[in-house]
């Protein structure tokens, strides 16, 4: 029942004449996916930059509070940007892409993504004004900023070997 | 002729050991292309992120030779791993590359960005308020911003059009 609604809700969008574009027109699909690598890779390289200050190893002279606010704006809009790009490009092939392992890899591991982070605020940073300009961070904090870089160069790694593990057209 | 040189480059290239355990373990070409997509992402985030401080969209209130020097010096090393995947993919599917208009469009793109990077950095360190002395310096810093981003964005696009224009 569930999976008939959800094969229905798919179907709705890869039948849209939008999908149809993407998937027929020569330049559309290549270009939609140019600018998800654009936004990926910003992405990925300003949540290193967090990243890398949580295990101390970069920028540790600025307190986490001043590195985060100073680059998240940088990193949601790329994120958005990637997620309706990436959008666009799964709407063409939706059954496909479902059907290829790597991609659901990749749309777990960017939840798993988004759970380290609700954690690392929710929890581990609640006491952050107490060691936020410390070089060395408590480990909670330190293996929140582990896991982001290690989960996402695997969702960077799963989104290339789709493109080796599905033949779109 | 050079048409004819460079495809005679790429069998001779395809031939090669290097070539051949390239093309026939499956995992390398994906396991490259990966270590060269994360490069690239540091690489450009580096550069986009400076960009975005001279247009002062992002840390406002930290001084631009500060944000340059945080993020630039990163790009060179980060840019020999992006050299050497790149070879490495080249060494193992030579006519993808050599043989495609977009794979030198990209090198020439690269070259441009390079070249902006390194006047950046020379500037900056040359005297700190380089790109802050008055409204022409200010406007010039801009123009040099965006093409940065522009050329930056240019060597992505190329990048992935790279597998669409590969010769047969």
Known sequence: MMQQQLQEFISYFE?????????????????????????????????LVVDLRLLGLASIH???????????PLIWSAFAVAVASGSLLFISNATKYLGNGYFVAKIVLI???????????????RDLPRWEKEAALPLPVRLAGGLSILVWVSVVACGRWIGFTMQVR | MTDLGLSELCKWLAATPLSHAIQTAGWIIPTLQTIHILSVAVVFSSAILVDL??????????????????FLPTIWPVLFILLMTGSLLIVGE????LLNSTFYLKMALLAVAIMLTVGL?????????????????????????TVSILVWCGILFAGRWIAYTQAG
């Open chain 2, 53 to 70: 401080r001279i247009w002062r969209l992002l840390e406002r209130d930290v001084p631009l030779p500060d944000v340059a020097r945080r």
């Open chain 2, 121 to 145: 950095q020379r500037s900056i360190s040359s005297s700190p308020n380089f790109w802050d002395k008055d409204r022409g310096r200010r406007m010039a810093g801009q123009f040099a911003a």
């Open chain 1, 62 to 72: 600025r307190s986490v509070s001043r590195v985060t606010s100073g680059i998240l």
């Open chain 1, 15 to 47: 039948d849209s004449g939008l999908a149809d574009n993407i998937r027929e027109n020569d330049v559309l699909f290549p270009l939609i996916e140019s600018v998800h690598v654009v936004a990926i890779c910003l992405v990925v390289g300003s949540i």
């Open chain 2, 94 to 97: 030579p006519r993808r590359s």
């Open chain 1, 111 to 125: 939840c798993v993504a988004g759970l380290n982070m609700a954690i690392f605020h929710g929890i581990s940073a």
